[in-house]
């Protein structure tokens, strides 16, 4: 804290547990799901400007996990958004998403982790009116503390790969007056192979 603005970075939310593991070749939802493993939900006028009249709310989204996947090609999707129901695959407002990234294959307890930075720029009224702008990344590598990584031939490699994910000035149709659960969700291309991943840790900071 700087004490000069008043301005913390404040832990809101930190998953007890690991989420369920996706295996499927559709939208799973991977970070709480459970009365053991709740979900966070941003409570309905969060973003509101503060007595003072300070604007440009934001949020600091992270988290991480590992995957496995066969001998088989697949690609994968990841997505951190907002639903007004929790535990709906088809996250309603996407806040930063991948594409459908390949791994490669053959590979056991890969690691992978994301950060998302979201500002509300319209914290809206009831119905559809609030927007937000956010950018984030997402890496993918051998870990295991004691993993040897092995650099491909192409331009990806195992010691490492960085993604971006989000879309910087975003116009979102959420209602910011109710609670939004915040939520992440992974994607197979397929299921040959036994693919599966599982969100280990995930967290929400309010940052103002």
């Known amino acids: 804290m700087s004490f000069y603005t008043g301005t913390q970075c404040e832990l809101l939310y930190a998953m007890p547990a690991s989420g369920a593991a996706v295996t499927a070749a559709a939208a799973t939802i991977m970070s709480g799901t459970t009365a053991a493993n709740p979900p966070y939900g941003l409570p309905g ?10 604007s440009g709310k934001s949020l ?14 697949v690609t994968n999707i990841i997505k951190v958004g907002l639903n007004t129901t929790q535990n709906t695959a088809s996250i309603a407002v996407t806040l930063a998403a991948t594409g459908a990234w390949t791994t490669v294959i053959s590979q056991s307890n890969v ?11 319209a914290p809206g009224k009831a119905g559809t009116n609030g927007s937000y702008n956010s950018i984030g990344h997402l890496f993918v590598g051998q870990a295991n503390n ?4 092995t650099i491909q031939s192409s331009t990806l490699t195992q010691a490492i790969t960085g993604m971006m994910m989000g879309a910087p000035q975003t ?3 959420f ?3 109710v609670t939004q659960y915040v939520e ?19 967290y929400v900071f309010g940052l103002n």
């Open 45 to 54: 006028g969060f973003f509101n400007p503060s007595p003072t009249g300070d």
């Open 184 to 202: 992440v969700s992974g994607q197979w291309s397929v299921t040959t192979g036994s693919p599966t991943q599982t969100l280990t840790n995930f």
């Open 171 to 173: 116009a979102a149709a």
């Open 60 to 73: 600091l989204i992270k988290g991480g996990g590992w995957y496995t996947v066969g001998t088989t090609a």
């Open 146 to 149: 004691a993993a040897n990584p």
């Open 111 to 121: 690691a992978f982790e994301f950060e998302v930075l979201v500002t509300c720029t």
């Open 175 to 177: 209602d910011p007056t």
